[in-house]
């Protein structure tokens, strides 16, 4: 069975400072990729998704992703946080069964001003 | 627009008591259904999902079950709660076969057990 592994729970980072929050996963075949978020209170959100062409994604407020097939990883980042990118972020797998999704345990970004 | 809907939002129950959760999605039709616990530390593990009215697949064995009444009602249920079931349940609805379309997240629900 698939696994996605979220290497960092808890990040702490200063405004303007650079993101970077790895995602593996382990599966042989072809994937199809996502990134959550859960802002405090709030329900869980789509950031962006990968399921072929280019492997650089973009996705809502300045994120990004890049699909790295020979690592088996899809690291999110963004070059500058805000104070307002403080959430919980999950990374998601599916393997084209039934579009059932495999989750990271999630980091937890706090962003100080 | 789609839009789905959990409730209640929060819930207190008894060691012992039933248990229903329900989830409606509004605005698509046949969508795949699914529910999920999320536990601090655990990220999101997925309990059942169903691709069609009464069609139910069960991932990980467990006190709880669910059923799929109508096309857009998900429902979670249990006939005796135990502390264990204590967590934050969400519902979520995508559509189509692939794989690659998102999934849509509900508001959630938190349960405690005493």
């Known amino acids: 069975a698939q696994s996605v592994s979220q290497h960092n729970h808890h990040v702490i980072l200063s405004e303007a400072a650079s993101l970077e929050l790895g995602c593996n996963y382990s599966?042989?075949?072809?994937?199809?990729l996502f990134w959550y978020v859960q802002y405090p209170g709030q329900h869980l959100q789509l950031l962006l998704k990968?399921?072929?062409?280019?492997?650089l994604v973009k996705g809502i407020k300045g994120f990004e992703a890049e699909f790295i097939k020979s690592k088996f990883s899809f690291n999110l980042r963004k070059p500058s946080v805000q104070w307002s990118d403080t959430a919980e972020y999950f990374c998601a797998v599916n393997t084209g069964t039934a579009s059932k999704l495999t989750f990271g345990t999630g980091t937890r970004l706090q962003v100080t001003l | 627009s789609q839009t789905i809907h959990q409730w209640p939002a929060t819930l207190v129950q008894p060691v012992g008591s039933p248990l229903s959760l329900e989830c409606t999605v509004e605005g698509t039709s046949n969508p795949n259904l699914y529910w999920y616990r999320q536990a601090a530390g655990r990220g999101l593990q997925l309990l059942f999902y169903?691709?069609?009215?009464?069609?139910i697949s069960s991932e990980v064995p467990q006190n709880l079950s669910a059923s799929r009444p109508q096309d857009r009602q998900f429902i979670l249920s249990s006939k005796k709660l135990l502390l264990s079931d204590s967590g934050f349940y969400l519902c979520?609805?995508?559509?189509?076969?692939?794989?690659?379309?998102?999934?849509?997240f509900g508001d959630g629900t938190r349960l405690s057990i005493l």
């Open positions: 599966y042989g075949g072809t994937v199809n």
């Open positions: 979520a609805w995508s559509i189509g076969t692939g794989g690659n379309q998102p999934q849509h």
């Open positions: 169903s691709v069609g009215i009464g069609q």
């Open positions: 990968y399921f072929s062409g280019d492997p």
